[in-house]
């Protein structure tokens, strides 16, 4: 199956500082990523939909100017959390889905972010 | 609001098939049964789909009602390694159409 990576897996931050995560799909393009968020015991909650070369869509109740998306090609978007804060320490996950139809996203193995 | 619902637990003995309901009484014509699991601190993994024919993959098969109001994922011979949470999802196959994650069933296996 198409793989997605992420990068790092886990990171240990200061409040206050920001940190950047990278999701790349190894062997396919992927014209849609998606940005996800689950805390402990809890589901993932969709925090945007970012198309390459065009601007991310958030969901309601998601900052646009604390989370920035940046979908620059068809195989890397990044998620930078700008000043960070412990309430954002979270396991965050991204997915690629190939092509402009299909349903399967192909999911990134996540980002473990604690914020101290 | 969670389309589909789930029972939020089973348990299921190794070697034996897991048969795991998911209700989706509000399905319409063009949306898509997904199916995902998500194995504990990893991403989730997309296991099958299907619109209203019965599926099969080497993963597992999905039996969805005539009426499309419910299906049953089953995997056949399941194994410690199928210890997960299985999301039962559905919508459209096409376009930037959003994955909604509901709670889920915590499919726990017993050796």
């Known amino acids: 199956g198409a793989v997605v990576s992420q990068h790092p897996s886990r990171v240990i931050c200061k409040s206050g500082t920001s940190v950047k995560i990278e999701c790349r799909s190894l062997?396919?393009?992927?014209?849609?990523m998606f940005w996800y968020r689950q805390f402990p015991k809890k589901s993932l909650m969709l925090m945007a939909t970012?198309?390459?070369?065009?601007?991310?869509?958030?969901e309601q109740g998601v900052e646009k100017d604390k989370f920035l998306i940046n979908h620059a090609s068809l195989t890397l978007s990044t998620l930078t959390v700008t000043s960070a804060h412990p309430e954002d320490s979270s396991f965050y996950i991204c997915s690629a889905r190939p092509g402009l139809e299909g349903y399967e996203q192909y999911f990134g193995p996540g980002t473990r972010l604690t914020v101290t | 609001d969670a389309k589909t619902t789930q029972p939020p637990s089973m348990d299921c003995a190794e070697g034996r098939a897991a048969n795991l309901p998911c209700n989706h009484s509000?399905?319409?014509?063009?949306?898509?049964v997904y199916w995902y699991r998500q194995i504990h601190s990893q991403g989730p993994q997309y296991i099958i789909h299907g619109l209203k024919n019965n599926e099969t993959n080497e993963m597992a098969s999905l039996i969805i009602t005539e009426d499309r109001k419910s299906s049953t994922l089953i995997l056949p011979h399941a194994t410690l390694r199928d210890t997960a949470v299985y999301y039962c999802?559905?919508?459209?196959?096409?376009?930037?159409?959003?994955?909604?994650f509901g709670t889920g069933t915590r499919l726990t296996i017993i050796p």
């Open positions: 062997d396919f393009q992927a014209t849609t």
């Open positions: 970012s198309n390459e070369g065009s601007k991310a869509t958030y």
């Open positions: 509000t399905i319409s014509g063009n949306e898509y």
């Open positions: 999802i559905v919508g459209r196959n096409f376009g930037n159409e959003k994955l909604t």
